[in-house]
Structures are given as C-alpha cells and as structure tokens.
C-alpha cells in the first residue's frame, strides 16, 4: 500500500536559517504533491501544490521540489523565523482520485 | 469573505452516544470533504460531499455517515461512538472542477469519547 513518510522527529533551526522539510513516498507516482501548515488545534492551511511534470516551484520564502525518480519531496524555508514554528505536513494524490493522502507532518521549530 | 466554519468547537460525549457536526464551506465553494485527525497523526479522509451525495468515500465504517444541504453545508454524523473516535474532526471545502485542487480547511472540532 501507498506510504508516505516525514521525519517524525521535529527539527530544530536558528532564526535566519534555511529550513528542510522531506517528504517521501513508495509504491505510486501521484499526479500532485501538496504541503500545508497547521498550527496547534488548528485546521491545516494550504501552502504550496507542485505537480508531477514540474521540477520546483516557489512562493515568497517558499520553495518545493518534486522527484519522481527519487518519489520524494523537499520543502524549504528561507530566511525563517520563529513565526514559521508549525506542523508541515505534506499530502498526494493516490490513484488519481484528487482526494489528498496525508502524511504525519514533521514539526519545525525556529528558534530565536 | 467567511472561511470555513465548524461547530460545535468542542465536544465531550459517551461511548455508544451518537454525534453531529456541522460545517459550512468557503463562499462560492460546492464540495465538503470530512477528515479524522488523531493525535500526532496526519488528516485522514472519511468522505466527500457534491451535488447533495457522497462521491467518495475513505475506509471508514458505516457509523461514519454525512449529508449535503441544498446551501452546501454539510454534516458528518457518528453513531455507536467508540473510544477511538476521539479525535479533532475538520472539514475542508474546495470548487468542483479546480485544476489546483486545493482545500480550505475549518477549525476543526476536538470530540472526546469517554
């Protein structure tokens, strides 16, 4: 069956530096990645959604690569700030049903 | 412009009651779509609502039901509640036939069995 994997360990960086974020998956190539942020007790929000023939794509501080031969994911945070403190979860398309599949989340915290 | 709503916030009920929450969508957003999120856990989907029915259904058990109104607003309804149905409950709204496929997510709604 589809899994898909983040570091359930939280990661912990300096205020100012490059966040990284992976997210892999096995078994299936989906049409689209998404990520989201979610704060404590709230609902997710949604970030970022790159699809499968695109390589990268940005927003603001943002940035998400795609690769399908690797089937894996990267989400980073430039420049962050302890305002980006937050649960990163990301989400794929399984069988091409547009219903997201998420992942755990991997918890970032950006120290001051 | 209203995001999506949920309600109630919180929610304290007895294993073996029945319960109900409610969610209204984004303005100008047709589909409602349900998600069980345990601690430490990812979202995961239960079912989608569009044009009044349910068009797709995660595995979830048949306790698990939910309804469409005419408005968009949708319910999710859990019978026979167990233990394990605690969990925060979100709704997200999208737009039928979006290429970008993105979803809206509520607040959610923190439902403890006991």
């Known amino acids: 069956s589809q899994k898909i994997e983040q570091n359930s360990e939280a990661l912990n960086i300096q205020e100012g530096k490059t966040a990284t974020l992976t997210c892999n998956y096995t078994n299936y190539s989906p049409a689209y990645l998404q990520w989201y942020r979610q704060d404590p007790g709230r609902g997710p929000v949604f970030l970022l959604l790159?699809?499968?023939?695109?390589k990268e794509k940005r927003k603001e501080r943002l940035k998400v690569t795609f690769d399908t031969t690797l089937k894996q994911s990267l989400f980073h945070i430039t420049a962050s700030q302890p305002a980006d403190s937050a649960t990163y979860l990301c989400a794929l398309d399984i069988g091409g049903s547009y219903i997201p599949t998420f992942g755990r989340g991997t918890s970032l915290i950006v120290h001051p | 412009d209203a995001g999506v709503t949920q309600s109630p916030t919180h929610l304290i009920k007895t294993r073996g009651q029945q319960v109900t929450l409610r969610c209204s969508p984004k303005?100008?957003?047709?589909?409602v779509s349900w998600y069980q999120q345990a601690l430490g856990q990812g979202p995961q989907f239960i079912f989608q609502y569009y044009e009044e029915e349910e068009r797709q259904r995660g595995n979830f058990p048949d306790r698990f039901s939910g309804h469409q109104f005419p408005n968009y607003s949708s319910e999710l309804n859990v019978n026979a509640l167990l233990l394990g149905d605690s969990a925060l409950y979100l709704c997200?709204?999208?737009?039928?036939?979006?290429?970008?496929?993105?979803?809206?997510f509520g607040p959610g709604t923190r439902l403890t069995v006991t």
């Open positions: 303005s100008g957003h047709d589909t």
């Open positions: 997200a709204s999208s737009l039928a036939g979006q290429i970008s496929y993105e979803q809206y």
């Open positions: 790159i699809r499968e023939n695109e």
